[in-house]
């Protein structure tokens, strides 16, 4: 996967690439272009910059998914609990004190941290399927909590309103739709930036044997339970950040952004873009988000209505859509839309040889 | 004296309907270790399809209870070996895959569920006598409790039946003891597999009936919230182990009905119990070794 040291070609790819995408991206708020059917207007308007944002927030929570799955090879079904503890954190900071925006957030990371780091002692007590099943449980304790609404401070079902009184007027309102979407490919490139670093370095790469592994890295000398920690904490401050900035970005947070379902979602998209790979998880997110976002439409179009029932009911529930899409993925397609594009890519280097042609 | 004896046979009961679920996760997980995520969704069809067999033959009559009963276990079970064989089986060896396609199977099939049902609990209605209450030591238990627990306990005796006294039982005890060796005396554990999913589907279909019941309702949904807390069971229980599942079962329930009552938060008094055990041993409560 990662290399120690960087091949000219290698180079292109990690330093280059990402350098001219964040750049174009960061420049659409200015340009007017039209995606007819993916996105629901030009690219200046502040309806398809919010859309734009949401995927960029989603891309950057699966990236931090991606760490914890791709890279440690740890499958959690809790980690929505973080994101919720950022959304809900900075928006309960908000309304309780006078700190400005800035420190509140950086009262919430420390909280996250925290948080992250006891819930990942604990739960990292088991590995594998049963690492899953408790973290699951935690995450849900979260989710039980928000909707009972302890003291008024989580606003139950209804969800929390953001505070706008110590948040910057550059970052409320419609009209600013332009500095959320710069925010939130902020947030994007931040985490790539975090993610790229953590899989690069030495912690990295023991964590990457760790998943392949573990009793030969406990053999030579490796902590397989360190590593994991670290990673695990690194992948939940991250999804903190990510929640903070939707919380700004949606002026809100509502109980399903804890909830399990909203991390098997992240799971979702981490696989239909590939496991392990960085790419993957943020092409696995946008398509994710679009479809989620543009399914819903379909399903409520004419042209569904007019179906006769056996092709209505299925067709009008996006979620069943992409959960059928998911099994086949797994099914047929391991290594998800970044393995499929890989094979391609080296059938067009190699073209068809005369034995591929015989076989 | 009675809101205690109250509080406790409720959650006997709760245990009762945990227990209906995580029997087979457990057993599934301890012959191939797959979580299997799409259980809640196999309780969920169970209870649908138990209201429909109900609503036909009459649902006050006790033949349509009964009749109910069995449609969701034989619905459970048919789609819990469908599941095995159309889906798990082609991920054989495989896992996170197998977990992955059980994840995908309980989104798509919730939301299909949604899609036919709609999103909201329909409330129904049994039998009078279970709607009505016994004195036991001074409190007025809902007869319902009773009728959840017998099932439980019969279904508890006939699976340790099974596994005792069958030569699928024989194989499958054999199977969660030392996979490598069953299927080197030449003995093919895969038909097993598609035996266990489909008992494990049969008492999750009953968990619906005995569970919509319980609740007083059906929803797209019962099986999803039933389920969290069946992991929780089996973690504690120890993976694998039906007696840890048992134990753990009640224990749980009956926790997180008194810590309901006194506190308020009995869920979160449940997921402080499963880290505690978590902490003072791994493996759980019955479970061999942690993996």
Known sequence: ?359 | MSTVVLLLVTGVGLGALYFLVASGLSLIYGLMGVLNFAHGSFLTLGAFAGWAVARAVGTTSWAGFALALLAGAIVGALVAALTELLLVRRLYERHIEQVLVTVGLSLASVALFEGIWGPDPEFITGPAWLDSTTSLLGAHVPNDRFVVIAVAAAVLGGIVLFLRRTRYGLIIRAGVENRAMVTALGIDVRKAFTVVFAVGGAAAGLGGVLASQYFGYVSPHLGGSLLIFAFIVTVIGGLGSLAGAAVASVVVAVLQQVANYYWGYGDLVVVLLLAVVLLVRPSGLMGRSAR
């Open chain 1, 1 to 359: 996967m990662s290399r120690p040291t960087l091949t000219p070609a290698s180079a292109v790819v990690t330093v280059v690439v990402p350098v001219v995408v964040a750049v174009v991206l960061a420049c659409l708020p200015l340009l007017a272009i039209q995606v007819p059917g993916v996105l629901p207007g030009p690219t200046y308007t502040p309806g398809t910059l919010h859309v734009l944002a949401l995927c960029w927030l989603v891309a950057a929570l699966a990236l931090s998914y991606h760490l914890l799955f791709g890279l440690a090879g740890l499958m959690s079904f809790g980690h929505a609990l973080y994101f919720a503890a950022g959304a809900y954190g900075l928006a309960i900071v908000l309304q309780h004190t006078e700190l400005p925006l800035l420190g509140a957030a950086a009262v919430v990371l420390v909280g996250g941290v925290v948080l992250a780091h006891v819930i990942g002692a604990i739960s990292l007590r088991v590995t594998g399927i049963s690492f899953a099943m408790v973290t699951l449980a935690f995450a849900q304790a979260g989710n039980v909590l928000v909707r009972r609404n302890p003291g008024g401070a989580t606003g139950g079902e209804e969800g929390l309103a953001l505070r706008t009184d110590h948040v910057p007027d550059a970052l409320v309102g419609v009209l600013h739709t332009r500095n959320l979407y710069w925010l939130a490919l902020a947030v994007l490139v931040g985490t790539y930036l975090v993610v790229l670093w953590v899989e690069r370095s030495r912690a990295g790469h023991v964590a990457a044997a760790t998943r392949e592994n573990e009793v030969r890295v406990r053999v030579i000398g490796g902590r397989p339970y360190a590593v994991r920690l670290l990673v695990f904490v690194l992948a939940a401050t991250l999804a903190t950040v990510t929640g903070m900035a939707y919380l700004l970005l949606q002026s809100g947070a509502v109980p399903r952004a804890s909830s399990a379902d909203f991390t098997l979602t992240l799971l979702v998209m981490v696989v239909l873009g590939g496991v392990g790979s960085r790419w993957g998880a943020i092409v696995g997110a946008v398509v994710y988000t679009l479809l989620d976002q543009r399914l819903g439409e379909l399903a409520s179009s004419d042209a569904v209505a007019a179906l006769p029932a056996v092709l209505r009911v299925p067709l009008s529930e996006p979620m069943f859509l992409l959960g059928t899409c998911f099994v086949l993925v797994v099914l047929f397609l391991p290594g998800g839309i970044a393995g499929l594009a890989q094979r391609l890519a080296r059938r067009r280097a190699v073209g068809p040889t005369p034995e591929r042609m015989a076989a």
